[in-house]
């Protein structure tokens, strides 16, 4: 888990060369509108765009469902996990994206796993925001221009004017509601010999106490606390949780959820946080509360500008839903 804040948690993910300022999001568009990309392929897979020849780009941007879902509906404030792809009218090269080259919807491949009503690290709001409303399995299309769909941050390096036209296709792969307060409950487990203790007062970051005299361990060390009976987490989920982190060397908290406004979200088992929270969390399930000790070679060992390069890792992680 990345340990400055949670938005820290999108850098790690394979994303466009763009920055994105705010913007209101779209209605869906009237489907007679002209100069409207045309999109084919399956859902789940890497879409094929092609934009009608010698036509200019519609004057407006259009919001456009072009296949729909019939999974959970999509709603302000819920978590969303998303692939997309991003091209120019005019240019056919991809200007960024999450489609694997092969494969599909089943393929764990790395996804943002964004909140709705929130700050995207990955898309542009009027782009993420046509997802609103859309149910799970929903493929839409956003067209418009640089200017109007990423707004006056636009990167200067990015090769791209305000006046360029630009065509998303988003899958909308799953959606979920998670009350940012959320936490798991039940009878705690005691601690396993040379294992951390833990108190987690309610609505508060855990209390983490390292055993004193114990050497940290050089393997990924794990226990479930409270066990959960939700389903069971998938490599290529949205983890939903509320954590905790403590550094075993000197027992002091380095971050937590409860620090940031609550519970927050990330892919798990794609590579998208680090090892051991890969290793530690996928196959655990929905209302587990996990208590994780990550050696450095799991954790940050393995980027030396960190300042937790050195450190063992200890995670309290209650995981409160997934999507």
């Known amino acids: 888990m990345n340990y400055n804040t949670k938005r820290r948690i999108a850098s790690l993910l394979a994303v466009p060369a763009l920055l994105f300022a705010s913007a209101c999001g779209s209605d869906e568009s009237n489907d007679s509108v002209a100069g409207v990309a045309e999109v084919k392929g399956k859902f789940g897979e890497k879409p094929q765009i092609s934009v009608p020849k010698d036509e200019k780009p519609a004057d407006e941007t259009v919001v456009k469902t072009v ?6 509906k999509a709603a302000k404030g819920d978590w969303v996990r998303v692939d997309y792809t991003v091209r120019k009218w005019d240019d056919p090269a991809d200007l960024g994206g999450t489609y694997p080259e092969k494969g599909g919807a089943s393929t764990a491949h790395r996804q943002p796993v964004e909140r709705l009503g929130e700050q995207s690290q990955n898309l542009p709001p ?21 200017g109007d769909l990423i707004g006056k941050n636009l990167n200067p390096q990015s090769g791209i004017k305000a006046s360029d036209t630009l065509v998303w296709v988003v899958d ?21 010999p040379g294992m951390p203790t833990v108190s987690a007062p309610a609505q508060k970051a855990a209390t983490i ?15 479930v606390l409270i066990k959960g009976n939700g389903p069971k987490v998938e490599a290529g989920q949205g ?17 937590s959820s409860w620090d940031h406004g609550g519970a927050t979200a990330f892919q798990i088992g794609t590579g998208s946080v680090i090892e051991g929270w890969d290793k530690g969390l996928v196959g655990k399930n929905v209302g587990d509360r996990v ?9 940050y060992g393995a980027d030396p500008s960190s300042e937790l390069a050195k450190n063992t890792l200890v995670f309290v992680v209650d995981i409160v839903g997934a999507v």
């Open 126 to 146: 009027k782009v993420i925001d046509a997802v609103e409303g859309k149910k799970a399995g929903s493929r839409v299309l956003v067209q418009g221009t640089a």
């Open 291 to 299: 208590l994780l000790v990550i050696p450095p070679s799991l954790g």
């Open 67 to 72: 296949t729909e879902g019939s999974g959970a």
């Open 239 to 255: 983890l939903i949780a509320q954590y905790t982190g403590v550094k075993w060397e000197d027992g002091k908290k380095f971050d």
């Open 172 to 192: 909308l792969d799953g959606a979920a509601k998670v009350d940012s307060k959320a936490e798991v409950k039940g009878t705690q487990a005691a601690p396993a």
């Open 209 to 223: 106490t390292i055993p004193k005299g114990e050497k940290a361990p050089t393997t990924l060390k794990e226990q």
